[in-house]
Structures are given as structure tokens and as C-alpha cells.
């Protein structure tokens, strides 16, 4: 009779924690796509960041975190303006659902101080991750939630990482 009991309850509280331990699994695994797409930013050196590396960087996203649901990824290239004393946005870009990181989105990073302190002449590389995760097993309601994630990362192997849309000097992006 205690079985009974008892039973229902310990499948229910092995259930509930594989659920949680799920959406932790998933939001880690989001931050080390995050790291691995920074990492690979930031060890491009002097070649220009294309329409085509970006494609495949959110592709690299994609396959890292091998989710069945939405995945976005934004990078952009932050520099300081020491003359106006504040941070501004060399240029960004999205894919997914997210829009390009613009100066006065900006802003709210800066106030929430997530933006490391930076010397002129230099620039950062801030790449944002989000995963739609939805639990396996839900309580009723609708349990799907976002992880998101920011890594700042400086570049290894230039001063900044450069945009072309096609890969040429002709319509280049840089910060200085």
C-alpha cells in the first residue's frame, strides 16, 4: 500500500529533475557554441568578415548546440570614442530572429556595465546567442523559454575585426 503511494510521487520527482537537468544541459550548451563562434572570430585576423563566414558561423551555432528549435546569433564589433568618452558600434550583424546591435541598444549594455573598459584603438567582439528550449515533459502551460548568452572577446591576431559584404575594400566596415 505504501508502493502505492509512494510510486507515483518518485517518478514524478526523477521526471522533474531530468527536465531541469535538460534545460541546464541546453543553456550550457549555448554558452560553449557562444565561446566556440567568439573564439573563431577573434583568430581571423586581417581578412574581412563576409555575409558568407557569417552564414557559416551561425550554421557552426547551429550544429554546436544541435537544437531542433530557433537558434540567433548576433555579432558585432564595439570601439571606443575617447574624444566623446562613450562606446559605439563599428557594425553588426544578425541571423535568426535577432536585428543588428545598434548605438543606442548599446547603451543599455553599457549602463548595465557589460562592456569591459576598452583603450583607444581597439575594438571588441561581443557575440550574442539565444536557444529556444521547451521542455519534454510539461506540467501544462507553456514552458518554452530563451537562453541567452553574451562573450566578449578582444582580437587575437589584428586591432579589429573588419565587415565586407562582398570580401573587398569596396564597401569595408572598420572601426578606425
Known amino acids: 500500500m ?9 517518478f514524478f520527482a526523477v ?14 550548451i549555448n554558452v560553449k557554441a557562444a565561446y566556440t563562434v567568439s573564439d573563431a572570430l577573434s583568430r ?7 555575409e558568407t563566414y557569417m552564414d557559416s558561423m551561425w550554421k557552426l551555432h ?23 568618452e562613450e562606446y559605439y558600434v563599428c557594425w553588426s550583424q544578425a541571423r535568426g530572429g535577432q536585428n543588428a546591435l545598434t548605438d543606442a541598444g548599446l ?24 536557444v529556444a528550449h ?12 530563451w537562453f541567452e548568452d553574451m562573450v566578449v572577446s578582444s582580437p587575437r ?9 562582398n570580401g573587398s575594400d569596396n564597401g569595408a566596415v572598420s572601426c578606425f
Open 62 to 84: 547551429r550544429f554546436v548546440t544541435d537544437s531542433n528549435h530557433d537558434t540567433d546569433l548576433r555579432v558585432s564589433v564595439i570601439g571606443w570614442d575617447p574624444d566623446d
Open 15 to 28: 521526471l522533474g529533475t531530468w527536465v531541469f537537468f535538460q534545460a541546464f544541459r541546453a543553456q550550457s
Open 107 to 130: 547603451d543599455g549594455y553599457v549602463a548595465a556595465e557589460r562592456i569591459p573598459d576598452l583603450p583607444a584603438g581597439e575594438a571588441l567582439i561581443m557575440v550574442e546567442t539565444r
Open 157 to 165: 591576431f589584428s586591432a579589429q575585426l573588419k565587415w565586407s559584404s
Open 134 to 145: 521547451e521542455p519534454i515533459f510539461s506540467a501544462g502551460g507553456d514552458l518554452a523559454m
Open 2 to 10: 505504501e508502493a502505492v503511494f509512494v510510486l507515483p510521487l518518485l
Open 44 to 50: 581571423r585576423g586581417g581578412d574581412y568578415v563576409t
